[in-house]
């Protein structure tokens, strides 16, 4: 199994241009999730999923869009880009497990915008 | 909300030494609480886990005990080793909502030869 992979690892854009962050898992996990890391503040969920077909908002959801169209993907959607969504983004993926509900990381894509 | 608290870092220590990180929690209802360790450049892994009070977690050399009376799930370990320089997360896990974790900031740990 490759688990959760990511695509761009690392990428620059500039303010007002849009992209999307790729994020799949082959793991037949039922939820996914995007969430971004920055200095000092931990990880924060932009949106999540709980399966195909259905997403909610996290923490930080403005300026973001998601759609869960298949089971194994789940791309993250940045509209219009701003310096202050420079960030590093880890899509997750977890299902239940005895009850809990352990995360599944991807490698993180390092965003800058400028 | 739910929220997790981890001790501020960051944590040097030399090697054989005693690792403490504390965490302390605020959550509705009976969460799973959770370790995650972070290497450099690479993503999020679990470390260990705790599904109900006075469970306890272990992997590598590293423990938590869930304590739901002083809502605490501290990391220890009792002789830490180079390659244990990481990133350490608390997290916690609503069981009603399996998409959604809550993380604490984080603590570096930094173990000299």
């Known amino acids: 199994n490759a688990g959760v992979t990511q695509t761009p690892k690392f990428q620059v854009l500039k303010t007002g241009q849009s992209m999307t962050l790729q994020c799949a898992q082959d793991?037949?996990?039922?939820?996914m999730s995007w969430y971004r890391q920055d200095p000092g503040m931990g990880l924060r969920l932009i949106h999540y999923?709980?399966?195909?077909?259905?997403?909610d908002q996290g923490e930080v959801p403005n300026g973001y869009n998601v759609s869960r169209s298949t089971t194994e993907d789940f791309p993250l959607r940045l509209l219009s880009a701003a310096p202050s969504q420079t960030s590093v983004y880890f899509c997750?993926?977890?299902?239940?497990?005895?009850?809990?509900?352990?995360?599944?990381f991807g490698p993180g894509t390092r965003l800058t915008v400028t | 909300g739910d929220s997790v608290t981890q001790m501020e870092g960051p944590v040097t220590l030399s090697e054989e030494a005693f690792l403490t990180i504390n965490c302390t929690y605020t959550?509705?209802?009976?969460?799973?609480l959770f370790w995650y360790v972070q290497y450099p450049g690479e993503g999020l892994q679990l470390l260990l886990k705790?599904?109900?009070?006075?469970d306890k977690g272990s992997n590598k050399g590293f423990e938590a005990t869930y304590r739901k009376e002083t809502t605490s799930f501290h990391l220890e370990k009792g002789s830490v080793q180079v390659s244990d320089s990481a990133v350490y997360f608390c997290?916690?896990?609503?069981?009603?909502?399996?998409?959604?974790?809550?993380f604490g900031d984080g603590t570096t740990l930094t173990v000299k030869p």
């Open positions: 997750a993926s977890s299902y239940s497990r005895a009850g809990s509900y352990e995360q599944y």
């Open positions: 793991m037949n996990h039922e939820y």
């Open positions: 999923s709980v399966g195909a077909g259905i997403t």
């Open positions: 959550a509705t209802g009976y969460p799973s």
């Open positions: 705790a599904t109900k009070a006075d």
């Open positions: 997290a916690l896990s609503d069981n009603t909502n399996a998409g959604k974790s809550t």
